[in-house]
């Protein structure tokens, strides 16, 4: 198994790897920042592509005009971000087929699990992201459907991935945490990969970032439709909170995987170590984010939900353990205990067997003597 993690964690460097490598592609140090701003003004004008520019000065990587359109087929346009998404989906359907031969969960039961939880995580990252934006969709229904324009959460997405998992277990009588801990890695994966989606898009950015900061140094160059939104009219260097959480899923993934995968003591311990690690994790980079939801004026639900996924994720992991680890001492009591008591039950049959062996050679002994005597 940690062979094939470390293949699987290869396979996401690698992913990344191309991502920079596309990104890559149309860097030309000869032009500015601003020529490039002008020649994607210019690009996005003929309707040829949604292009953006990103940039990491502070690592070293310039200007990059990136074309967030991957290809088009006649009317219809493909973008980097869904295949990435994809990408991350079928990554972690690997991850969770290896997984899941030692939970004992067959490939059908997965394959289930795994059809009804993406139609119902779409649904509900859909749904979530509605019901916390009522004001944008009040007086336009119909907009609620119409999900290729943006719009989506990852907390609707698990939501709604869990209770589908959920229901199928429940059909197929197999035990939902067991479901859970074989999923929940592959779930980072899909996160891992999915955030490059964002990147692609030049979308799920944090504040801006000024000299003398102490992030300065990984600040991200960016002009693209989400900052024209904001009305900035050129580049603005900012969090690239899309990277943070990418890394902060990666290092999870890997310590959850040493840790837990392999030496779990109880069902559930690899669920609730993956929820409690990624809503620590975005409690925090969420604050960074200039595109929170917000349930009033200065709460962000992200960082709400996210906080308590932590308190409940590390309550949960806590009493199971507790439990666990009374089941384990009260199985190795008696695991000790029960030689000895074999050893005494066995002395007290042995006596017992020896005593009526002795009444009945008694009896056979009167029963003797008595014919001797009528024979007499």
């Known amino acids: 198994m940690k062979t094939k993690s470390l293949k699987l964690l290869c396979a996401i460097f690698c992913v990344i790897l191309i991502v920079l490598s596309v990104t890559s592609c149309v860097i030309d140090s000869s032009y500015s920042d601003y020529d490039l701003k002008q020649a994607i003004d210019k690009q996005n004008a003929t309707g040829t592509g949604e292009y953006i520019l990103v940039s990491f000065p502070g690592l070293g990587i310039g200007a990059s005009m990136i074309n967030s359109e991957a290809i088009r087929i006649g009317g219809v346009t493909v973008y980097w971000y869904g295949i990435l998404i994809t990408l991350g989906i079928v990554l972690a359907f690997l991850y969770s087929y290896f997984v899941s031969k030692r939970e004992g969960i067959k490939v059908d039961d997965l394959l289930d699990m795994g059809i009804w939880a993406v139609i119902c995580a779409v649904v509900g990252a859909r749904l979530y992201y509605v019901l916390t934006s009522l004001d944008k969709y009040k007086d336009r229904f119909w907009d609620v459907f119409k999900i290729w324009e943006g719009g989506i959460a990852i907390y609707g997405a698990i939501i ?3 209770a589908a998992i959920a229901i199928v277990c429940l059909i197929k009588k197999i035990k939902i945490l067991k479901a859970y801990d074989t999923i929940a890695p592959a779930v980072m994966i899909g996160q891992i990969i999915g955030r490059w989606g964002n990147f692609m898009n030049g979308e799920a950015f944090g504040y801006e970032l000024r000299d003398g900061d102490p992030l300065y140094f990984i600040r991200m160059g960016v002009y693209s439709d989400a900052t024209r939104q904001l009305g900035k009219s050129g580049i603005i260097y900012v969090h690239p909170t899309f990277l943070y959480e990418s890394l902060w899923n990666l290092i999870g993934f890997v310590l959850i995987n040493v840790f837990f995968v392999r030496k779990k003591k109880f069902d559930g311990q690899v669920f609730f170590a993956y929820i409690a690690w990624y809503g620590f994790g975005r409690t925090f980079i969420e604050l960074l984010r200039q595109d929170s939801l917000y349930l009033t004026g200065t709460i962000r639900i992200s960082s709400l939900v996210g906080a308590l996924c932590f308190f409940a994720g590390t309550a949960m992991f806590i009493w199971f353990s507790i439990r666990g680890k009374k089941a384990r ?3 190795e009591s008696y695991e000790s205990v029960y030689p000895l008591f074999r050893t005494a039950s066995s002395t007290t049959e042995e006596i017992d067997g020896a005593e009526a062996q002795k009444t ?14 009528e024979v007499d």
């Open 360 to 373: 009945e050679e008694t009896e056979e002994e009167k029963v003797e003597e008595e014919k001797n005597d």
């Open 160 to 162: 709604g991935g869990a």
């Open 329 to 331: 001492l009260a199985t």
